[in-house]
């Protein structure tokens, strides 16, 4: 038997995941993995790496035979170039969960992920958390892989080849809603329909317009958790959240056992309006104390 090298056991690894993005903080994890896993007669490498500079050496050779090769702009993230990883065009957004693994596409980006706009965004959105949350690892992890490690930071990257990226950053507290998806074999983090809806409520100009978002929800009518709305929502807490989703999902003609208490929370003020940025408008929805002030038409195909 041949005796397996410690870039093979990484590739060995990536491609069980379809993975074409490494960086060399996975490639730590994946080393690591291999070393527990394999006997020391089976293996070329000796000990089990105990930081990502103990992998750099190995990065590099795998550079230079090309295995992989660096992305422009980005330390330490490689583009894996072995045959597996030709088939299917490299994404920014696969790139993005590299450079930051708790980082989840949200708004126009995580719209058009749940086919719910025809619009191609041009910039990359995403929500990432401004400190740690516990019991979370980078998607493709497990706490055993970290045992005696730090875990790795996000890296806010200002473009990702060439393509804005832009950061929505929460506390930890309002990062939910969050889910794991796998379209091309690994887990990518991506807002769900139900709180994609509700951020574009909120910031309707990372998510193509009223219009859109309004035409969004009309799209995802027959399809969304109105229990997971209900939830998100009242863990947002904003009272005008509530006016705002309310009025969306009666006038959608989804109803649920929280609106009237929802509605009785709604009161008159300098903010009750459908949409933040624009003035007052006559048209007004009297149970929802809102001022109806862009046009509804999009919520109803």
Not at 123 to 140: D, F, K, L, S
Request: contains cysteine.
């Amino acid at each position: 038997m041949v005796a397996k090298t410690a870039s093979f056991a990484i590739l060995e690894q990536l491609a069980e995941e379809r993975r074409r993005v490494l960086s060399d903080w996975r490639a730590l994890v994946l080393l690591r993995r291999a070393t527990l896993r394999t006997a020391a007669s089976e293996r070329r490498w000796d000990l089990i790496p105990a930081g990502v500079l103990d992998v750099h050496p190995i990065l590099r050779r795998m550079r230079d035979r090309g295995e992989i090769q660096p992305i422009r702009g980005l330390h330490h993230i490689y583009e894996v170039t072995v045959p597996y990883a030709r088939f299917t065009p490299l994404t920014e957004e696969e790139i993005l969960a590299e450079v930051h693994p708790y980082a989840a596409l949200s708004h126009i980006s995580a719209l058009a992920f749940h086919g719910l706009t025809n619009e191609l965004p041009k910039e990359i959105v995403a929500i990432a958390p401004t400190g740690e949350i516990a019991g979370m690892y980078p998607p493709g992890t497990t706490a055993q892989d970290w045992i005696g490690l730090d875990l790795v930071s996000g890296r806010r990257v200002k473009e990702i080849r060439g393509r804005r990226v832009h950061w929505v950053n929460v506390k930890p507290e309002r990062y939910f809603g969050i889910g794991q998806y796998q379209p091309s074999g690994f887990i990518i983090l991506v807002t769900t329909p139900e709180r994609t809806l509700i951020d574009g409520v909120q910031t309707p100009q990372l998510c193509g317009g009223l219009d859109n978002v309004l035409q969004a929800w009309a799209l995802a009518s027959d399809t969304l958790n109105v229990n997971f709305i209900v939830q998100f929502v009242d863990q947002f807490d904003i009272n005008l959240l509530r006016q705002r989703v309310g009025f969306l999902l009666e006038t959608l003609g989804i109803s649920h056992k929280a609106l009237d208490r929802w509605q009785a929370l709604a009161g008159r003020g300098g903010s009750s309006k459908l949409l933040a940025s624009a003035p007052y408008a006559n048209e007004f929805s009297e149970r929802w104390n809102l001022s109806l002030n862009a046009p509804i038409e999009a919520l109803h195909g």
